[in-house]
């Protein structure tokens, strides 16, 4: 059940501190608390509860204010609770009215937090509470008829794409094979013990034995490849030996559900495995590198220091410097495909098409030119075809201000990876991966947002003070 509540910030002095005084005004989470547009989106969460008796679910504002305060403090789950209850200003930025000792939820809200405020949600709310702040209020332009037919492409727009790495151990197809081994020996640990019947013995899984030939290749600095393949076959070897007695054991329906997912991931793990190995291959579609996250994929990237990385690949667009999440998919794609959508959400958000799209090569078809030339857009970089022998200073010099200008977002990347938490999503589902990425970009807008606001502040009060 959820019972809706005005999430519309109070005034700090309304705050009860117990007589130890009151909120300030200018205090950061007080201010990220104005900015954020609570009561817009409140009818948007009510409809993930759809019964109406039992205790009531925690409001929007405490369910996406916890995972603000997480994302900004970089902080897990349980530490992000402590921070919570020792603080009165993060209590205040989630919606409480008075100061408790005691925490507002249990740690494990946060994963339902997540999955009831979904990836476009948490999209809608960045765009709309940049749009809020940016905008000028009060101000009415009055367009001449000509105008309003004729609007002048206006602004620049940045785009890029990518990865984020999910938090797994570096992948190997004896790693993965010794894992689905031991998974299986637990399934078959877990069937005898619940169908408790005398006359049948547990199947023999040789498990000694393969950790064993396992470990023989694992400890190998340089193992050779007749090796690796000897041990490989092995391993699948016991595998299929574990799932024929799996099935002949039945009673699957005792399994817990863990178990029971697992099982499935195994199956799959093997048929690829199994395929490959006897293909002499080492790719496969949709190929599993982790048994706890099946979603995960291998994303090729071509970069100098990684290759390829485990995670989730996104596409995002940078506007007037706030960055934003366009697509984010756990198997690869070409970000050369999202520019239209990109340039027309652009349109979207500001009303007119952007003068320039800085991007990279791999924007750069025929295609995304031709229908960028059509809407009297200029995109950055050189024409396709054989370069000119002689390149005039104004072209050099528009080269060179197009690329610092798309170095925006390459920043807007690394602060994401470095401050924030992008560089390794420890989320393990998931839809509770891409919200956590999501909050990521909000919360950078936010940030970026506060310090506007904090300049804005200090130059008021400096000009203040020189009268």
């Given at each position: 059940?959820?019972?809706?509540?005005?999430?519309?910030?109070?005034?700090?002095?309304?705050?009860?501190l117990h007589g130890q005084g009151q909120l300030s005004e200018n205090n950061r989470w007080v201010i990220m608390a104005k900015i954020i547009p609570w009561s817009?989106?409140?009818?948007?969460?009510?409809?993930?509860?759809?019964?109406?008796?039992?205790?009531?679910?925690?409001?929007?504002?405490?369910?996406?204010?916890?995972?603000?305060?997480?994302?900004?403090?970089?902080?897990?789950?349980?530490?992000?609770?402590?921070?919570?209850?020792?603080?009165?200003?993060?209590?205040?930025?989630?919606?409480?009215?008075?100061?408790?000792?005691?925490?507002?939820?249990?740690?494990?809200?946060?994963?339902?937090?997540?999955?009831?405020?979904?990836?476009?949600?948490?999209?809608?709310?960045?765009?709309?509470?940049?749009?809020?702040?940016?905008?000028?209020?009060?101000?009415?332009?009055?367009?001449?008829?000509?105008?309003?037919?004729?609007?002048?492409?206006?602004?620049?727009?940045?785009?890029?794409?990518?990865?984020?790495?999910?938090?797994?151990?570096?992948?190997?197809?004896?790693?993965?094979?010794?894992?689905?081994r031991e998974h299986t020996e637990k399934i078959i640990d877990a069937l005898h013990n619940q169908i408790k019947s005398p006359v049948k013995k547990k199947p023999?899984?040789?498990?000694?034995?393969?950790?064993?030939?396992?470990?023989?290749?694992?400890?190998?600095?340089?193992?050779?490849?007749?090796?690796?393949?000897?041990?490989?076959?092995?391993?699948?070897?016991?595998?299929?030996?574990?799932?024929?007695?799996?099935?002949?054991?039945?009673?699957?329906?005792?399994?817990?559900?863990?178990?029971?997912?697992?099982?499935?991931?195994?199956?799959?793990?093997?048929?690829?495995?199994?395929?490959?190995?006897?293909?002499?291959?080492?790719?496969?579609?949709?190929?599993?590198?982790?048994?706890?996250?099946?979603?995960?994929?291998?994303?090729?990237?071509?970069?100098?220091?990684?290759?390829?990385?485990?995670?989730?690949?996104?596409?995002?667009?940078?506007?007037?410097?706030?960055?934003?999440?366009?697509?984010?998919?756990?198997?690869?794609?070409?970000?050369?495909?999202?520019?239209?959508?990109?340039?027309?959400?652009?349109?979207?958000?500001?009303?007119?098409?952007?003068?320039?799209?800085?991007?990279?090569?791999?924007?750069?078809?025929?295609?995304?030119?031709?229908?960028?030339?059509?809407?009297?857009?200029?995109?950055?970089?050189?024409?396709?075809?054989?370069?000119?022998?002689?390149?005039?200073?104004?072209?050099?010099?528009?080269?060179?201000?197009?690329?610092?200008?798309?170095?925006?977002?390459?920043?807007?990347?690394?602060?994401?990876?470095r401050r924030f938490s992008l560089a390794r999503v420890m989320a393990k589902l998931d839809n509770t991966s891409e919200t956590s990425i999501a909050i990521t970009?909000?919360?950078?807008?936010?940030?970026?947002?506060?310090?506007?606001?904090?300049?804005?502040?200090?130059?008021?009060?400096?000009?203040?003070?020189?009268?």
């Open positions: 059940m959820y019972r809706k509540v005005d999430p519309t910030p109070t005034p700090p002095s309304n705050f009860d817009e989106f409140e009818d948007e969460y009510a409809e993930n509860f759809t019964v109406s008796t039992g205790a009531p679910a925690k409001s929007f504002r405490m369910a996406l204010g916890a995972l603000i305060i997480k994302e900004r403090l970089g902080t897990s789950d349980k530490e992000t609770l402590e921070q919570i209850r020792e603080n009165p200003y993060l209590q205040y930025f989630i919606g409480m009215t008075t100061y408790s000792d005691a925490a507002p939820f249990d740690s494990s809200m946060f994963v339902h937090f997540r999955e009831r405020i979904g990836v476009n949600l948490v999209n809608k709310i960045n765009e709309k509470m940049v749009k809020e702040q940016t905008e000028v209020p009060g101000v009415i332009v009055e367009k001449k008829s000509s105008e309003i037919s004729e609007t002048k492409n206006q602004g620049k727009l940045i785009l890029d794409a990518t990865c984020t790495p999910a938090d797994i151990k570096y992948p190997t197809d004896l790693g993965l094979l010794n894992q689905a023999r899984t040789y498990r000694n034995r393969a950790r064993k030939e396992y470990l023989t290749i694992a400890k190998k600095r340089k193992p050779r490849q007749k090796e690796r393949r000897k041990v490989i076959k092995k391993q699948l070897q016991y595998i299929q030996r574990n799932l024929a007695n799996i099935e002949r054991m039945g009673a699957l329906q005792l399994l817990t559900k863990s178990h029971y997912r697992m099982l499935l991931v195994v199956a799959e793990v093997y048929r690829q495995q199994l395929s490959m190995y006897e293909k002499k291959e080492h790719s496969i579609p949709d190929r599993i590198v982790s048994l706890k996250q099946p979603h995960i994929r291998p994303i090729v990237r071509g970069k100098a220091g990684k290759s390829v990385e485990f995670g989730a690949k996104l596409s995002a667009s940078c506007r007037n410097g706030y960055v934003f999440l366009d697509r984010i998919s756990w198997d690869n794609f070409n970000e050369s495909g999202d520019l239209k959508i990109q340039v027309e959400a652009f349109k979207r958000f500001t009303g007119f098409y952007p003068e320039s799209i800085h991007v990279d090569r791999i924007y750069r078809t025929e295609e995304n030119r031709a229908w960028c030339k059509e809407l009297g857009i200029r995109m950055s970089g050189v024409r396709l075809g054989r370069p000119p022998k002689n390149l005039s200073k104004a072209m050099k010099k528009q080269a060179q201000s197009d690329e610092r200008i798309r170095n925006l977002i390459e920043g807007k990347f690394g602060e994401a990876k970009f909000l919360v950078m807008n936010l940030s970026a947002l506060l310090r506007q606001a904090f300049w804005l502040f200090f130059g008021l009060f400096h000009n203040k003070n020189l009268f």
